[in-house]
């Protein structure tokens, strides 16, 4: 059984930084665009960041230049490294892979992590 999971999450003072990391564990061939969602209280969930056709990156308008996202693809991980971070930042952030193949053949869609909070305070 493949899954995802986050840790990193935790509580920042604006301005500060935070790292996420996400392993995919399991049988894995390979990863099809994994990447970083978030959802705050009470709003839809939106994408944060995103590797997309291999390693082309995509992120939100909002997090642009002081977010980072980074893999290492050794070990199945993908990264979020957040900076001059703010309170409407705040929010759970999720991993998520469109595409996990146990075999050159088998494969399972839109997996996600179970979520970690990310709390940044005024």
């Known amino acids: 059984q493949v899954q995802l999971v986050e840790s990193g999450g935790g509580w920042v003072q604006a301005g500060g930084s935070l790292r996420l990391s996400c392993v995919a564990s399991?049988?894995?061939?390979?990863?099809?665009?994994m990447g970083w969602y978030r959802q705050a209280p009470g709003k839809q969930r939106e994408l944060v960041a995103q590797?997309?056709?291999?390693?082309?990156?995509k992120y939100a308008d909002s997090v642009k230049g002081r977010f980072t996202i980074s893999r290492d693809n050794a070990k199945n991980t993908v990264y979020l490294q957040m900076n001059s971070l703010k309170p409407e930042d705040t929010a759970v952030y999720f991993c998520?892979?469109?595409?996990?193949?146990?075999?050159?053949?088998?494969?399972?869609?839109?997996?996600w992590g179970q979520g970690t909070q990310v709390t940044v305070s005024s």
């Open positions: 998520n892979a469109d595409r996990i193949w146990y075999t050159d053949s088998e494969s399972v869609w839109d997996l």
């Open positions: 399991g049988r894995i061939f390979s990863i099809n665009n």
């Open positions: 590797f997309i056709s291999g390693s082309s990156r």
